[in-house]
T-cell receptor, first 113, second 112 residues
Framework: AQKVTQAQTEISVVEKEDVTLDCVYE???????LFWYKQPPSGELVFLIR??????QNEISGRYSWNFQKSTSSFNFTITASQVVDSAVYFC??????????FGQGTRLTINP | DAGVTQSPTHLIKTRGQQVTLRCSPK?????VSWYQQALGQGPQFIFQ???????QRGNFPDRFSGHQFPNYSSELNVNALLLGDSALYLC???????????FGPGTRLTVL
């Protein structure tokens, strides 16, 4: 069975602080994909990143960075110099091949001015 | 280029009624998936349609059914509504079922 755990239910920081969102996953498959989505108050899930299980290179996109470690089954997301517009619910998700997306419970991130 | 669109935005129904939600995929996409997101929870997979057939199904009762049309748009039907069906229903489209899924804004269903 596949499972995604986001242990942090809510995080609140002051603007310009760095913040890391944790994601731990469980799967018996050797080939799988990991995702992060952002859900602003409007409700639409916005795709942020996809990583496959064979690519453990960390990725940086502007203020966003992702750390994928197969040894600890983690795929953490860091926002550097956070901004108020980063406030949203963030979801980590797992997919095996063409199968369904399995989401974590989400982390509500609030950036205070 | 229009993204994924869903209608209606909000819907209020009473227990026992039936509801139909609609989704138009992003241009060029041929696969549609439906998810249910209860308040404070992550989305839960309902089913996926490709080539007008249901390809995968999550752990949802037969009260939940769907359809995909030749233009790739899709409908989600829920019969005999229960209070627990109140949720945000998200539609996602992709180019074939292997690629990233892009989500629509959702339909907020309230069952009274």
């Amino acid at each position: 069975a596949q499972k995604v755990t986001q242990a942090q239910t809510e995080i609140s920081v002051v603007e310009k602080e760095d913040v890391t969102l944790d994601c731990v996953y469980e799967t018996r498959d050797t080939t799988y994909y990991l995702f992060w989505y952002k859900q602003p108050p409007s409700g639409e899930l916005v795709f942020l990143i996809r990583r496959n299980s064979f690519d453990e290179q960390n990725e940086i996109s502007g203020r966003y960075s992702w750390n994928f470690q197969k040894s600890t089954s983690s795929f953490n997301f860091t926002i550097t110099a956070s901004q108020v517009v980063d406030s949203a619910v963030y979801f980590c998700a797992l997919r095996r091949g063409a199968q369904k997306l399995v989401f974590g419970q989400g982390t509500r991130l609030t950036i205070n001015p | 280029d229009a993204g994924v669109t869903q209608s209606p935005t909000h819907l209020i129904k009473t227990r026992g009624q039936q509801v139909t939600l609609r989704c138009s995929p992003k241009s060029g996409h041929d696969t549609v998936s439906w998810y249910q997101q209860a308040l404070g929870q992550g989305p839960q997979f309902i089913f996926q349609y490709y080539e007008e057939e249901e390809r995968q199904r999550g752990n949802f009762p037969d009260r939940f059914s769907g359809h995909q049309f030749p233009n790739y748009s899709s409908e989600l039907n829920v019969n005999a509504l229960l209070l627990g069906d109140s949720a945000l229903y998200l539609c996602a489209s992709s180019m074939r079922f292997l690629e990233e899924q892009f989500f629509g804004p959702g339909t907020r269903l309230t069952v009274l």
